[in-house]
């Protein structure tokens, strides 16, 4: 698969500023309206918009015949007015005349219905009708607009795998069975590699092999996962196709996809790889008092992708969405609070979906920049007032996160601890446990970036790894030597359990990490629903509310905490093992958020980082840097004000002012210090100090 070079620089965005706009869909809209639009951008400090991005039945009614004069006539009006486009490749979903003509490319759901045209993404990844199409499609639009002066990069689709990222038709079943002989060569290592001698499981021919749909019983569980990874690749695939086509007719121009943050059914470690810029789609719940704390995560995954370069949030919404089952919107000041929090964590833009709301179709209740009253919208009037404060921020433009702590994320153990169904318990899921990790790591003040099982992992005194049900000889040398020259690795319950073919590895878990952990696990012993067990640990009480297991640790180890009830009790909970000048701990079980906490400053102050005494999961700090100067967010979530004991003085860019021992933050405030680089990162040493409303 073809896709940038190791040594062939990285086509950057064309803007020289903060990008700030959202969604536009001029077609929507009468042309008047279009002038009144550019009016009223300039005026909130727009400088980027995207489009076309489901114009394709507008841009080419019938096969073969186009009409670019509206396209043509809106771009000239946003370059004319400094406004400069994300420009869409169209791709997003089909017109109707091209799934009526070629009803084959429509997606088929797991029970073998054809899914209909009336939504978006009705295709199949796989179709070969589809690819040639967008092909084609990608073509005509690099080669009408690929010199015009007011491309700032392309955006290839939509949300990739939104409402399409798994397909049960007839030719998915061929796809995948090319894909497997590719990857196993012949029937005899496809069947050494499922394990088929259970269950009668043997394939005898290619063509016996279908894609997973229901059956009367739990499916294979190594078919499984491959139809996971094969899912995302034939979507990788597809994304490729454009991405040569642009390449070929715009060699200079950057490509991205937009993401859609810590999404299951995508290996966006893959997709980052052959595009330029990382893009995201950010939805915190306003429902959620803590939802910034996710978001966080998301975003540490963002900027991770592309090795801690700056990604850009391409959307957000400006207050309540239209696709939750109750969709709250956001409260006064939230807007700042949430967009801020993103360039914080390393992202040049944002950017809302959309500009204008509509008026119309399955988004007409979406919050928008300039809501259903115009400019007397609050939504306006609070993105204007945004917009006009991003410009103070220009000096940290390409500038990078700082942070000392990573956060395993892996797609395979996502896939293959939660797709099967013969598992020792539904309730230790990845992504769940990474979260509650997470959440324990960002209340003690440490912002966290994603990290590949495999590293590399050089930017980073603590390495933590929630769950790597699925580990390799790769992930555990990666690891080793990662502890031996001074890291502190803390790695999570299920872990090592099987190998890349969801074979249990030799001696059981934790498989080619047990001798760096110095542990082995006799017995994974999962708790029925409603009960609870404890560990004791440095004095404190933790509690188990789902996840234990039953492990025996080597002479060397050291036993920091043990199970306090249950059948369990007495044997080894918690170990730390020193290896070389770091060490290596397992955590066995999962854990509440309130006895994460101690465990997590445990493992921090070894290794020398600050944790918080006092935890306020309202209270963010996050640095970017250059060279020479830190920056430092400083970010209130909640709807109480702050204050926040301050490591050393700086200027605040935002207001001007100069802060030295305390910065007191509003409801929803935000502060970003300049001070000149320290060589402790300053995000965790602020205490903050909760005030009365």
Same mark, same amino acid.
């Given at each position: ?100 003509? *070629? ?27 589809? &690819? ?15 010199? @015009? ?58 063509? @016996? ?17 491959? /139809?996971?990874? /094969? ?60 939802? *910034? ?21 391409? #959307? ?7 696709? &939750? ?19 914080? *964590? ?28 115009? !400019? ?23 500038? &990078? ?11 395979? +153990? ?6 099967? !169904? ?51 000889? #790769? ?29 249990? @590895? ?24 409603? #009960? ?15 996840? +234990? ?31 070389? &000048? ?10 509440? @958020? ?56 700086? /200027? ?42």
């Amino acid at each position: 698969m073809s896709g940038p070079r190791a040594d062939q620089p990285l086509r950057r965005v064309r803007l020289d500023a903060l990008a700030f706009g959202g969604d536009y869909n001029p077609d929507q809209w009468s042309e008047e309206t279009w002038h009144e639009d550019i009016r009223l951008m300039r005026e909130a400090g727009v400088n980027m918009v995207s489009l076309p991005i489901f114009s394709w039945p507008q841009l080419e009614p019938e096969p073969g015949v186009y009409d670019w004069a509206w396209l043509d006539r809106i771009i000239d009006l946003l370059w004319d007015a400094g406004i400069a486009i994300d420009l869409a490749t169209a791709t997003a979903t089909p017109p109707s005349w091209l799934l009526r003509a *070629h009803p084959e490319m429509a997606p088929w759901d797991a029970d073998g219905h054809r899914l209909e045209f009336g939504s978006r993404q009705t295709y199949c990844p796989s179709s070969p009708i589809w &690819r040639e199409n967008v092909a084609r499609m990608a073509r005509a639009m690099a080669e009408r607009y690929g010199e @015009h002066p007011g491309l700032a990069m392309w955006h290839i689709s939509n949300e990739y795998g939104d409402h399409t990222s798994r397909c049960w038709c007839p030719e998915s079943a061929r796809h995948f069975r090319r894909w497997l002989q590719e990857r196993y060569g012949d029937l005899d290592g496809l069947n050494e590699a499922w394990g088929v001698n259970v269950w009668g499981q043997r394939y005898t021919s290619w063509e @016996h092999i279908e894609t997973p749909k229901r059956a009367p019983g739990p499916v294979n569980p190594t078919k499984l996962l491959d /139809f996971e990874r /094969f899912s995302s690749d034939a979507l990788l695939e597809l994304f490729q196709i454009e991405i040569d086509v642009l390449r070929e007719v715009t060699p200079d121009i950057a490509v991205t996809t937009n993401f859609m943050s810590m999404f299951r059914d995508l290996d966006y470690w893959d997709f980052a790889a052959v595009e330029d810029v990382v893009t995201d789609d950010a939805y915190p719940d306003p429902a959620d008092p803590t939802s *910034h704390v996710g978001a966080a995560l998301n975003y540490g995954l963002m900027r991770a992708l592309k090795d801690g370069q700056p990604w850009l949030l391409l #959307e957000s919404s400006a207050s309540a969405t239209s696709w &939750r089952d109750v969709n709250v919107p956001k409260a006064p000041g939230k807007i700042r609070v949430e967009s801020l929090q993103a360039v914080a *964590h390393g992202s040049d833009a944002v950017m809302f979906f959309q500009w204008r709301q509509a008026k119309y179709g399955q988004e007409k209740f979406h919050s928008s920049m300039l809501g259903h009253r115009g !400019e007397r919208s609050r939504s306006f009037r609070e993105t204007k007032a945004l917009g006009l404060e991003l410009q103070k921020l220009e000096a940290v433009r390409g500038t &990078r996160v700082r942070s000392r702590v990573g956060l395993v994320v892996d797609w395979d +153990s996502w896939w293959g601890s939660s797709a099967a !169904e013969s598992l020792p318990s539904q309730r230790l899921q990845w992504a769940q446990q990474a979260r509650a990790w997470h959440r324990a790591l960002y209340a003690l003040g440490q912002p966290v970036d994603a990290v590949r099982a495999a590293g590399p992992f050089d930017r980073y005194d603590v390495v933590v790894v929630p769950n790597l049900y699925i580990a390799e000889q #790769e992930h555990a040398d990666a690891l080793a030597a990662f502890v031996e020259r001074g890291g502190h690795l803390v790695v999570g319950p299920f872990s090592g359990v099987v190998d890349a073919t969801e074979k249990v @590895h030799d001696g059981g878990a934790p498989g080619p990490l047990r001798t760096l952990l110095g542990i082995e696990v006799d017995e994974q012993w999962p708790l029925a629903d409603g #009960e609870t067990e404890q560990i004791a640990y440095a004095g404190e009480t933790l509690t188990v509310p789902s996840w +234990s297991e039953w492990i025996e640790a080597d002479d060397d180890v050291q036993v920091r905490g043990t199970y306090a009830s249950g059948e369990l009790a007495g044997l080894p909970a918690v170990t730390c093992r020193p290896v070389g &000048r770091g060490s290596a701990w397992y955590v066995s079980a999962m854990i509440d @958020h309130d006895g994460m906490l101690p465990l997590f400053r445990d493992v921090l102050r070894t290794a020398g980082l600050p944790a918080r005494d006092h935890v306020d999961l309202d209270v963010e700090v996050v640095t970017r840097a250059d060279d020479t100067t830190d920056y430092t967010f400083y970010l209130n979530h909640g709807r109480a004000p702050v204050a926040v004991e301050l490591p050393g003085p700086g /200027f605040d860019l935002l207001t001007g002012a100069r802060h030295s021992d305390r910065l007191d933050l509003d409801r929803y405030g935000v502060a970003v210090l300049a001070s000149p680089r320290a060589d402790t990162i300053p995000t965790a040493t602020p205490i903050p100090v909760k005030e009365d409303a």
